[in-house]
């Protein structure tokens, strides 16, 4: 495989869905990965917060790749994020999700 593909959106903005596509090409030195994300509506915060995440979504699977784990910052923020969750607004819970 050397795509995959998925719509998101963030549950807790009123915004439409975005498409984030994962692309790895072969290369001289290795693989070649590039993160797409397309129908982004600009000024958004979707757009905003994508944009930033992206960076994070790169090295994070560079990290797995190499080491077989996230890095602790991505672990500690997951243990946030969990330990948070009670105070998250109802429509953010999981079961409003669009899986």
């Not at 915004?15 to 072969?26: F, R």
């Not at 993160?35 to 699977?61: F, Q, S, V, W, Y």
Request: aromatic residues 10%.
């Amino acid at each position: 495989p050397r795509r995959f593909a998925h719509t998101f959106r963030f549950t807790a903005y009123d915004e439409a869905p975005c498409t984030v596509i994962y692309d790895l090409e072969e290369a001289e030195d290795g693989v070649q990965f590039t993160l797409t994300i397309e129908d982004l509506p600009p000024g958004t915060r979707t757009a905003k917060e994508m944009l930033r995440g992206g960076t994070m979504i790169c090295r994070t699977l560079k990290y797995v790749i190499e080491t077989g784990r996230p890095p602790l910052g991505v672990r500690m923020l997951f243990v946030l994020f969990r330990l948070m969750q009670p105070l998250s607004p109802k429509q953010s819970r999981s079961e409003h999700w669009p899986v």
